[in-house]
């Protein structure tokens, strides 16, 4: 099977259209838009990866041809459905290139619904049928404009609170992606964790940086991250040296912020006992924040406890708004849960 074969990349049922079009068609022009959601508009993000990936260059070959020609009398059973003979003529007539003129609104924009996002053209009357042939893969634009879309939804919900309460300056970093482990294949995450840092600038999910470096012209890494801790590097520790793997997490990090997941075994225990006393000398002499995950648990209800004990073992600042903050030491994550209605 060659790699990213246009010819394979398509509906079934788009093999037999090529016949359906009335005698004479010349010209096939579509576009693409948003019907409607949850929101009031959607990102557009996501269109120079599948042009440049699967589209540009010479990306009808002989051998694609055959390939193809073979796999479809199989899967119809019936050799005459594929259009072999037009795609010789791209082939022979364009060198292979494919004959369409893709017109789109700036990526990044938010588009409200019901307006055109990218239009698909032929640019040779021969070719009117390769139009829409094209639909299947270019509709798939719809998954990084949803990630692309939520992020920036939640971004706001974020501005709102910190507006009323915090600092707006500190919003590149109040939603974090750690999404690879969560999506489909390798290219979701590399699509998504890539539209998400339209919005945001925290992340884990590397192959979105590799994804931006590789599509959008540019050496420049877009999202950043620090050491932090899973549960396997605590429990490996065993229960009775919970304390060790924790002091051993300062240590290793001396400077900086450093995440440590702290419900292995019990939360309320590690915020109170472990970080508030054994080693709350430890981390306020320390050149950096540590930032405590809870991972259980009914997040609204997790989290504000924490931040309570947290409070009284390591004291609160006001901030100009007039509320209470974490001593700079100390902060918190939340990671399971969480969603648009969550942070909401």
């Not at 060790?244 to 915020?271: H, I, T």
């Not at 901030?319 to 939340?334: E, S, T, W």
């Amino acid at each position: 099977m060659l790699r990213n074969n246009i010819l394979l990349l398509t509906d079934s049922y788009k093999l037999s259209h090529y016949k359906q079009y009335p005698a004479g068609t010349t010209q096939i022009y579509s576009y693409f838009e948003s019907r409607g959601g949850k929101f009031k508009d959607v990102v557009f993000f996501g269109l120079q990866y599948l042009v440049k990936n699967y589209l540009t260059g010479q990306v009808v070959t002989r051998e694609k041809i055959d390939e193809a020609e073979i796999l479809y009398a199989k899967h119809f059973g019936n050799a005459e459905l594929f259009y072999k003979k037009g795609w010789e003529y791209i082939l022979e007539k364009h060198n292979g290139h494919l004959p369409v003129k893709i017109k789109a609104v700036a990526e990044g924009t938010p588009v409200p619904y019901s307006n055109v996002m990218l239009t698909v053209e032929n640019t040779d009357p021969e070719c009117f049928w390769l139009t829409n042939f094209l639909e299947s893969l270019l509709v798939q634009v719809w998954y990084p404009c949803t990630v692309a879309t939520q992020s920036r939804e939640i971004k706001k919900v974020i501005l709102k609170y910190l507006e009323k309460t915090g600092d707006v300056s500190l919003i590149d970093f109040k939603l974090h992606d750690f999404g690879f482990r969560g999506v489909s294949s390798v290219e979701s995450a590399s699509i998504g964790g890539a539209a998400h840092l339209l919005n945001f600038m925290g992340s884990d999910t590397i192959a979105g940086l590799s994804f931006i470096q590789d599509f959008y012209n540019t050496e420049g890494v877009f999202g950043f991250s620090i050491p932090a801790a899973e549960h396997s590097t605590i429990t490996s520790w065993g229960k009775e040296n919970e304390a060790a793997a924790y002091k051993n997490m300062l240590d290793q990090y001396s400077e900086g912020l450093v995440a440590v997941v702290s419900d292995s075994y019990d939360v309320y225990n590690a915020c109170e006992k472990i970080w508030g006393e054994e080693l709350k000398e430890n981390i306020l002499k320390r050149n950096g924040t540590l930032v405590i995950r809870p991972d259980s648990g009914i997040p609204k209800e997790v989290v504000l406890k924490i931040v309570e004990i947290l409070g009284k073992k390591f004291g609160f600042e006001k901030n100009a708004k007039g509320y209470k903050v974490l001593h700079p030491k100390v902060r918190v994550i939340q990671g399971d849960g969480v969603n648009y209605e969550s942070i909401e």
